[in-house]
């Protein structure tokens, strides 16, 4: 069968039209009165071939029922194992080989670069025999020795000459500008030019050189790899330049966890450096010296998003678990995560999956870990207090009994904080906050200082505690301090094997 390109139809007419069609074409093997199948959504129409006019025209014996463009069609040529079915393939034979004889001819008789049509309908371009010759006169052939052309381009060194094995390149003069090859005395591999006096060597021992100047390889000084590993020890003693990472170890800061880095030599005594803790985000950057603190490093941590935060009003503080406490609910940081609030009584709220406050210093102590916020003339909005709670413990609040399930939660206290102010501030104060009035027989009234109040629309309170080791952060950590380990460790493997190989390669 036949079912080459598309075919596109007139309805109630039997001409119709072929796209990517080649009916005409002997070795197609369609021919008249041949069984025309086209497909018409799930119907097909049955027709026959009553002649051929071009590649891609025919009528058809009956007027085709519909308007079709671009159908799918099928012509069947013959029936499969039938005498016609014989008579179609030997006659593709005959005219494929009567093809093949032509294009032989031309290839063969022809010059420069023919152009073919292969029975299948593909055209191609093909070089000739006299072309292929003529292209290859004046190559060298295997018998090596010199050759000439384009005013002595090139030179091939010639057996018995006490020159090393080389290939040279020639200017008009004769003079070799350039040379590819071995020496006389050794087996590093050069390319040269002699007008720059300059080389490019790959010596017997697998270095790479410009001149006498090493070239960086791939996964020297840590480029373009994930090594070398690099100790405490090391960062302190090495004076080369290099990329690091670290997997992890016994010692006193940032640089025994996980992460990477890049080393710097200032001199032969002075070292600096930063690095990347992969587990946290966070930024460091050291300093040693061998000649004055036995190469001890001196770190700093760099402070950036990933370890401050900004409180309620703005200014940037070191970070840690921090819980933003607003209104009605609470907003903590990656490390907090998980803590939930219960609002007990208005100004009362009960923070829960915590260990009490945080005891760092740069909050101030513990009484520092709470931040309030501050309004109109930056003056502060509430007076904070604050309760941490003891499982079995009854804790009494405003007339209610809080009994917590686990120890530390912290139940925080927000009262209206009054300042002596010209009345006209006082005015605007109030627009902003209506939460420090509240209706005393149908009227708006001041709070009195102390009172409970909620904490303002748009405002919060900052309280930095301290997490349970099960917290969903520290959990991730260890997670990701064992998957970095069980990394480091696979690196390490691979490093060695390939280490191993090379070795192997070397002998």
């Given at each position: 069968?036949?079912?080459?390109?598309?075919?596109?139809?007139?309805?109630?007419?039997?001409?119709?039209?072929?796209?990517?069609?080649?009916?005409?074409?002997?070795?197609?093997?369609?021919?008249?009165?041949?069984?025309?199948?086209i497909e018409n959504g799930s119907n097909l129409l049955i027709n026959s071939?009553?002649?051929?006019?071009?590649?891609?025209?025919?009528?058809?014996?009956?007027?085709?029922?519909?308007?079709?463009?671009?159908?799918?069609?099928?012509?069947?040529?013959?029936?499969?194992?039938?005498?016609?079915?014989?008579?179609?393939?030997?006659?593709?034979?005959?005219?494929?080989?009567?093809?093949?004889?032509?294009?032989?001819?031309?290839?063969?008789?022809?010059?420069?670069?023919?152009?073919?049509?292969?029975?299948?309908?593909?055209?191609?371009?093909?070089?000739?025999?006299?072309?292929?010759?003529?292209?290859?006169?004046?190559?060298?052939?295997?018998?090596?020795?010199?050759?000439?052309?384009?005013?002595?381009?090139?030179?091939?060194?010639?057996?018995?000459?006490?020159?090393?094995?080389?290939?040279?390149?020639?200017?008009?003069?004769?003079?070799?500008?350039?040379?590819?090859?071995?020496?006389?005395?050794?087996?590093?591999?050069?390319?040269?030019?002699?007008?720059s006096g300059i080389t490019f060597k790959l010596t017997a021992d697998g270095?790479?050189?410009?001149?006498?100047?090493?070239?960086?390889?791939?996964?020297?000084?840590?480029?373009?790899?994930?090594?070398?590993?690099?100790?405490?020890?090391?960062?302190?003693?090495?004076?080369?330049?290099?990329?690091?990472?670290?997997?992890?170890?016994?010692?006193?800061?940032?640089?025994?966890?996980?992460?990477?880095?890049?080393?710097?030599?200032?001199?032969?005594?002075?070292?600096?450096?930063?690095?990347?803790?992969?587990?946290?985000?966070?930024?460091?950057?050291?300093?040693?010296?061998?000649?004055?603190?036995?190469?001890?490093?001196?770190?700093?941590?760099?402070?950036?998003?990933?370890?401050?935060?900004?409180?309620?009003?703005?200014?940037?503080?070191?970070?840690?678990?921090?819980?933003?406490?607003?209104?009605?609910?609470?907003?903590?940081?990656?490390?907090?995560?998980?803590?939930?609030?219960?609002?007990?009584?208005?100004?009362?709220?009960?923070?829960?999956?915590?260990?009490?406050?945080?005891?760092?210093?740069?909050?101030?102590?513990?009484?520092?870990?709470?931040?309030?916020?501050?309004?109109?003339?930056?003056?502060?909005?509430?007076?904070?207090?604050?309760?941490?709670?003891?499982?079995?413990?009854?804790?009494?609040?405003?007339?209610?009994?809080?009994?917590?399930?686990?120890?530390?939660?912290?139940?925080?206290?927000?009262?209206?904080?009054?300042?002596?102010?010209?009345?006209?501030?006082?005015?605007?104060?109030?627009?902003?906050?209506?939460?420090?009035?509240?209706?005393?027989?149908?009227?708006?009234?001041?709070?009195?200082?102390?009172?409970?109040?909620?904490?303002?629309?748009?405002?919060?309170?900052?309280?930095?505690?301290?997490?349970?080791?099960?917290?969903?952060?520290?959990?991730?950590?260890?997670?990701?301090?064992?998957?970095?380990?069980?990394?480091?460790?696979?690196?390490?493997?691979?490093?060695?094997?390939?280490?191993?190989?090379?070795?192997?390669?070397?002998?």
């Open positions: 069968m036949y079912n080459i390109g598309t075919v596109t139809t007139t309805a109630n007419s039997p001409k119709i039209t072929g796209t990517g069609t080649r009916w005409k074409d002997n070795t197609t093997l369609v021919s008249v009165g041949q069984i025309v199948l071939i009553y002649s051929i006019e071009s590649n891609t025209a025919l009528t058809l014996a009956f007027p085709v029922s519909a308007k079709l463009t671009n159908a799918k069609y099928i012509i069947l040529t013959t029936m499969i194992d039938s005498i016609s079915d014989g008579v179609n393939k030997a006659t593709a034979q005959v005219i494929a080989s009567e093809v093949y004889t032509e294009i032989l001819n031309q290839w063969m008789t022809a010059q420069g670069t023919i152009d073919v049509e292969l029975p299948t309908g593909q055209k191609i371009k093909l070089r000739t025999v006299a072309e292929m010759d003529k292209q290859l006169d004046g190559k060298l052939d295997k018998a090596g020795g010199q050759i000439t052309k384009n005013d002595q381009a090139l030179a091939i060194k010639v057996a018995g000459e006490s020159q090393a094995n080389y290939i040279g390149f020639l200017d008009a003069s004769g003079y070799r500008r350039g040379l590819v090859g071995y020496g006389n005395t050794t087996d590093d591999f050069a390319i040269s030019n002699t007008r270095k790479a050189l410009i001149g006498s100047a090493e070239i960086i390889k791939s996964g020297d000084f840590g480029l373009g790899s994930i090594s070398p590993v690099i100790d405490n020890t090391a960062l302190t003693k090495t004076t080369t330049n290099t990329f690091f990472r670290q997997g992890g170890g016994a010692g006193n800061d940032a640089f025994t966890s996980h992460g990477a880095g890049a080393a710097i030599a200032y001199s032969t005594t002075i070292r600096c450096g930063y690095f990347v803790k992969l587990t946290s985000n966070e930024l460091y950057t050291y300093t040693s010296r061998d000649d004055t603190n036995a190469g001890a490093l001196k770190i700093a941590k760099v402070y950036s998003e990933a370890n401050t935060t900004k409180d309620s009003n703005g200014n940037l503080k070191a970070a840690s678990p921090i819980i933003r406490v607003f209104a009605d609910h609470v907003d903590p940081n990656e490390e907090a995560e998980g803590v939930t609030l219960k609002k007990l009584h208005t100004g009362i709220y009960q923070l829960h999956g915590v260990l009490g406050l945080h005891s760092d210093a740069s909050w101030g102590g513990i009484n520092g870990g709470i931040t309030i916020p501050c309004g109109i003339n930056q003056l502060p909005l509430v007076y904070a207090l604050y309760d941490v709670l003891e499982k079995g413990k009854q804790h009494p609040f405003d007339g209610r009994i809080v009994e917590p399930d686990e120890d530390g939660d912290i139940v925080l206290y927000t009262t209206y904080r009054k300042h002596d102010l010209p009345q006209n501030i006082q005015y605007e104060r109030f627009k902003l906050y209506p939460e420090f009035l509240k209706e005393v027989d149908g009227e708006k009234v001041e709070l009195t200082p102390g009172e409970p109040c909620d904490i303002p629309v748009g405002h919060w309170v900052d309280v930095r505690v301290n997490m349970p080791s099960n917290s969903i952060y520290n959990q991730k950590q260890a997670e990701a301090e064992r998957l970095a380990k069980i990394e480091a460790e696979r690196l390490a493997q691979e490093e060695a094997k390939r280490a191993a190989e090379e070795v192997e390669r070397a002998e």
